[in-house]
């Protein structure tokens, strides 16, 4: 029987793995990430400390009007994340049929 891959599991959950595919693909603020997540605040800001706790995370403050905080993954995020995504593919690959 073939290995199962391993998963990290800083990504490997819901919210989680939806807020590093958006991060993965551009910059967003705290706000912006919060209606497309539809999540309340202090679920995500619970969710962005993990990250950032774990180096998967950078942020920024931009000052265009209004100040706001923007993240994005920093480049071990980036690695991490390009990780789990293989992974991902190993195991849908096992759940395919031969041909």
């Known amino acids: 029987?073939?290995?199962?891959?391993?998963?990290?599991?800083?990504?490997?959950?819901?919210?989680?793995?939806r807020l590093a595919a958006l991060l993965y693909r551009e910059a967003s603020s705290f706000s912006d990430l919060k209606v497309t997540l539809a999540i309340t605040d202090g679920n995500l800001d619970a969710?962005?400390?993990?990250l950032s706790a774990a180096g998967y995370l950078?942020?920024?403050?931009?000052?265009?009007?209004?100040?706001r905080t923007v993240y994005s993954l920093s480049p071990s995020g980036i690695e991490a994340f390009d990780d789990?995504?293989?992974a991902?593919?190993?195991?849908?690959?096992?759940?395919?049929?031969?041909?």
């Open 88 to 99: 991902l593919d190993e195991l849908l690959e096992l759940t395919r049929p031969a041909p």
């Open 84 to 86: 789990y995504l293989d």
């Open 1 to 17: 029987m073939a290995d199962l891959p391993k998963f990290d599991r800083m990504f490997h959950q819901a919210v989680r793995t």
């Open 47 to 50: 969710h962005l400390r993990k």
């Open 58 to 67: 950078q942020s920024e403050m931009v000052v265009e009007g209004r100040p």
